[in-house]
């Protein structure tokens, strides 16, 4: 099952339904355990469907309708005519607000997944925890070849200061569909300095072309964008130490 089939199920699916004994809501939660991304989508997904039942929940029914409807002895369809029963065009009226509501919730959940400080913390926590070269090489046109076989950026530009180290690997990362590129460098000192480069589209706030430093967790970042290239450098150590590498 792909990442796509799996996402389709999913989506039809509550947290509950994940136990389910459907063979199909098993495969796809089989493929969520295996892609960190799409655990992060489900529980998007989550949390925009809670918003919208809270909502209708807190609707309250006009008094007496279940009387109302059994008088009339026929299945009420709403309609948009202005000779509708009050009640009716509240009830329409409410549907509408929430729809709205739910619409700027999920945006809301979408603009800040994909904001920069999103991404950067996202990349400390791979080189931290996930960290693995899936290339091992010291050939930097190998890698950049490598890459480009894999839809992620390749035309990047390393940083002087960072190209006089030795190029240990690298290897693709995903974040919010988008490819990133890891380049890895050996510092000399038992310590990898890690280069992540993605498309400056993928995040609603890239860096400015002037080098931003941070402190993430452990490790010490540097950030930038130059052309259509978004670049993360991150590494043990303090922030003024890393910029000597640029």
Same mark, same amino acid.
């Given at each position: 099952?792909?990442?796509?089939?799996?996402?389709?199920?999913?989506?039809?699916?509550?947290?509950?339904?994940?136990?389910?004994?459907?063979?199909?809501?098993?495969?796809?939660?089989?493929?969520?355990?295996?892609?960190?991304?799409?655990?992060?989508?489900?529980?998007?997904?989550?949390?925009?469907?809670?918003?919208?039942?809270?909502?209708?929940?807190?609707?309250?029914?006009?008094?007496?309708?279940?009387?109302?409807?059994?008088?009339?002895?026929?299945?009420?369809?709403?309609?948009?005519?202005?000779?509708?029963?009050?009640?009716?065009?509240?009830?329409?009226?409410?549907?509408?607000?929430?729809?709205?509501?739910?619409?700027?919730?999920?945006?809301?959940?979408?603009?800040?997944?994909?904001?920069?400080?999103?991404?950067?913390?996202?990349?400390?926590?791979?080189?931290?925890?996930?960290?693995?070269?899936?290339?091992?090489?010291? @050939?930097?046109?190998? %890698?950049?070849?490598?890459?480009?076989?894999? &839809? *992620?950026? =390749? $035309?990047?530009?390393?940083?002087?200061?960072?190209?006089?180290?030795?190029?240990?690997?690298?290897?693709?990362?995903?974040?919010?569909?988008?490819?990133?590129?890891?380049?890895?460098?050996?510092?000399? @000192?038992?310590?990898? %300095?890690?280069?992540?480069?993605?498309?400056? &589209? *993928?995040? =609603? $706030?890239?860096?400015?072309?002037?080098?931003?430093?941070?402190?993430?967790?452990?490790?010490?970042?540097?950030?930038?964008?130059?052309?259509?290239?978004?670049?993360?450098?991150?590494?043990?150590?303090?922030?003024?130490?890393?910029?000597?590498?640029?």
């Amino acid at each position: 099952m792909t990442t796509t089939e799996a996402k389709r199920i999913l989506e039809c699916c509550r947290p509950i339904d994940i136990n389910s004994d459907d063979g199909e809501v098993r495969s796809a939660v089989e493929v969520m355990r295996r892609d960190s991304q799409l655990q992060r989508w489900f529980e998007q997904h989550t949390r925009a469907e809670n918003v919208i039942r809270s909502k209708f929940r807190a609707i309250e029914p006009p008094p007496q309708l279940k009387q109302r409807l059994l008088e009339q002895n026929k299945i009420v369809r709403p309609q948009f005519t202005w000779g509708m029963p009050q009640w009716v065009q509240l009830a329409a009226s409410l549907a509408i607000v929430i729809t709205g509501v739910v619409f700027l919730a999920q945006h809301a959940f979408r603009a800040s997944d994909e904001r920069f400080a999103q991404f950067e913390s996202r990349m400390v926590r791979s080189a931290l925890r996930e960290y693995k070269m899936e290339l091992l090489t010291k @050939d930097m046109g190998q %890698l950049r070849h490598w890459m480009q076989q894999r &839809s *992620a950026p =390749a $035309d990047f530009v390393v940083p002087k200061g960072l190209s006089q180290l030795a190029l240990t690997g690298g290897g693709v990362l995903h974040w919010q569909n988008h490819p990133v590129s890891m380049a890895c460098f050996d510092r000399g @000192d038992k310590q990898m %300095l890690f280069l992540f480069v993605m498309d400056k &589209s *993928a995040v =609603a $706030d890239p860096p400015p072309a002037s080098p931003q430093s941070d402190q993430v967790k452990k490790l010490a970042t540097v950030s930038w964008t130059e052309g259509d290239k978004t670049y993360l450098l991150a590494g043990p150590g303090k922030q003024e130490s890393l910029r000597k590498y640029l």
